[in-house]
């Protein structure tokens, strides 16, 4: 009747009675043994004794032997217990629901809720906060608002666990303005949806919002944990707020969060993008543990402020620990060898990224290689790379050719490529503002009216420059011929007094970066105002002597500031630090760490 063999049969024997009358207290405490220890097969087997002695489990019993099955990662059977039972309640369609949103099925969750629902049976605060989940992993947005009306109908909508899931999932929905109402009515909150917020924010590019909301939490004293400091560092990140930075790295290491390698991650992320190299190298070199991403990051970090050979010594480091790379990992492999000039080991990297490590080149590997051979001046090997490729070259890899006809000032092949960028990408400004400087540092003064004339007819949009500097843990931004600022008299004073001693060092502007046909004089006056600039001298007001300033700008740098910000470094003794669209600039005493090769 019931087979008894090994530790299995003495674990059956000794709380069992083989006959008919088996009690379910005894089935209850078993089977809540089974699902502690996620012990399957001897779950299975009181499944099977229940079966053979034809004992008839309740709802309790029934739930427990469902909760055993799900929680095993044995959902088909978990199904079928769930079919069978005669009065499945709330707490049995919760589990399973539950159960298949964590095995990733969210479609089954789904479909199970409104299974309950057309069953009669009410969903309580856990079940809403168990399917949520399916509609944020399925972007089911619609499905969600459905949701959440059922919830405001139960009156759920007040409870932490259903506040948190509702915010969570309107947040990976891309609703982030449902997403905060909903925050902002809980009048609980806990960890969980501070997080969802946050990190909401930062992923969805609402960095500003991120931080604000950051200092909120901590001024309520709310205690962050690591997911939370992991999602406000790529905010800190990418506006360069380097003293939020230091600030959430206080809070990292006051938490004992230090070793925690997601955390550690984005600080050596964070110090990278914030230009402070020195401060990602020590997080890196005291890190415990390092995963892909954390030799990645540095290896990132080295490439973006143009230390290319220190860049290929950490991917060597990093194959000799064993860790094998990824394509991120190769775009920044690829990366360094761009803003470095290493010609020949790109091509021997990207040569070993498909032989060594089969990683098949996507749409970035192909652009770093166009723009590696490109800086180089090897316009021609470049060109003949792209045709070569096994895929149509896309937008962005002619963007990379067309960028480094800019720098090589090739009118022809300038020409060639942007006519191709129009026809697949014709509401793209860069392209057409490229073009523009090519024909503008030619002379070709009818060609910039024409381009002009292409992007007014085609309704584009040129992208305003704007540079932000951070004071005082507050974040300044600054456009060309800014004067909004409260202190505009003194930042414009600063820019005349400066203008004056660059001219006394030999600086002489280069007005091939003003793309308008007009007087030389108006030229230099465009580019006395341009929004870096104004942001330096915005910082060399507000800053203490000889300390640095840190520029970010949201395009690349011309080449007549790039110069401009040297003869400035050595005038005021500070190091400058800009992080353009492309790569970081440390300028310091009059030169530039790029070394003009950019």
């Known amino acids: 009747m019931f087979e008894r063999q090994g530790s299995k049969g003495v674990f059956i024997a000794s709380a069992l009675n083989t006959d008919r009358d088996a009690s379910w207290p005894n089935y209850s405490s078993l089977l809540q043994e089974c699902i502690a220890e996620k012990a399957l097969s001897k779950g299975k087997l009181l499944h099977a004794h229940m079966i053979c002695t034809g004992f008839k489990p309740d709802v309790f019993v029934a739930n427990m032997l469902l909760n055993m099955y799900a929680k095993c990662g044995r959902l088909p059977d978990a199904r079928k217990v769930l079919d069978e039972m005669p009065l499945a309640n709330v707490v049995s369609w919760t589990v399973i629901i539950a159960s298949y949103v964590r095995y990733g099925n969210g479609g089954e969750a789904l479909a199970l809720f409104h299974h309950m629902n057309r069953a009669g049976v009410q969903p309580n605060q856990f079940t809403f906060a168990s399917v949520l989940p399916a509609c944020a992993r399925l972007g089911a947005l619609d499905q969600g608002k459905e949701i959440h009306e059922d919830i405001i109908r139960g009156e759920f909508q007040y409870n932490a666990f259903v506040g948190s899931a509702l915010v969570d999932m309107y947040v990976k929905c891309g609703n982030l303005e449902d997403a905060r109402q909903v925050f902002d009515k809980m009048s609980e909150r806990d960890v969980v949806s501070w997080t969802a917020m946050i990190v909401g924010y930062t992923q969805n590019g609402y960095f500003k919002e991120a931080l604000e909301l950051f200092r909120e939490m901590e001024l309520m004293g709310v205690k962050s944990d690591s997911d939370i400091f992991a999602g406000v560092l790529p905010a800190c990140a990418n506006l360069a707020a380097l003293e939020h930075g230091r600030y959430v790295h206080n809070g990292i290491i006051k938490r004992g969060f230090q070793d925690d390698v997601f955390a550690g991650n984005a600080l050596l992320d964070m110090y990278s993008k914030c230009g402070c190299l020195e401060d990602a190298c020590k997080v890196f070199d005291r890190m415990p543990e ?23 010594e950490v991917f060597e480091k990093m194959q000799h620990a064993s860790t094998k790379p990824n394509h991120i990992t190769l775009v920044g492999v690829l990366s360094a060898c761009c803003h470095s000039g290493l010609v020949d080991e790109g091509l021997k990297y990207f040569d070993q990224m498909i032989r060594d490590y089969d990683i098949v080149p996507e749409v970035e590997h192909y652009c770093c290689m166009v723009d590696v051979l490109g800086r180089a001046g090897r316009l021609d090997q470049a060109l003949d790379f792209i045709n070569r490729m096994p895929t149509k070259p896309t937008a962005d890899v002619w963007g990379s050719l067309l960028g480094s006809c800019r720098i090589h000032k090739n009118l022809e092949l300038g020409e060639h490529v942007a006519e191709k960028l129009f026809e697949m990408d014709p509401k793209n400004a860069a392209h057409y503002v490229l073009l523009s400087h090519i024909y503008a540092e030619a002379g070709r003064w009818d060609g910039v009216e024409k381009v002009r004339k292409m992007m007014r007819d085609r309704r584009v949009k040129k992208t305003a420059g704007c540079s932000w500097v951070e004071i005082n843990n507050k974040m300044y931004a600054f456009s060309t011929g800014d004067r909004s600022h409260p202190m505009t008299e003194e930042i414009y004073a600063m820019l005349e007094s400066l203008s004056g001693q660059m001219k006394e060092a030999g600086y002489v502007a280069d007005t091939n970066f003003v793309l308008h046909d007009v007087q030389e004089e108006q030229k230099q006056r465009i580019l006395s105002y341009h929004s870096e600039k104004l942001a330096i001298a915005f910082g060399i007001i507000s800053l203490s002597p000889r ?3 840190r520029i970010v700008k949201n395009l690349r740098v011309c080449g007549d500031c790039h110069s401009a910000i ?9 190091e400058i630090v800009v992080r353009d669209a492309n790569r970081f600039h440390h300028f310091k005493d009059g ?7 950019w």
């Open 591 to 597: 030169h530039c760490s790029c070394g003009d090769y």
């Open 547 to 549: 300390t640095s300033i």
């Open 290 to 312: 390092r995963n892909v991403v954390s030799w990645t990051s540095m290896i990132m970090g080295y490439a973006m402020h143009g230390y290319g050979k220190e860049a290929l």
């Open 566 to 574: 040297k003869y400035i470094s050595k005038i005021v003794q500070r």
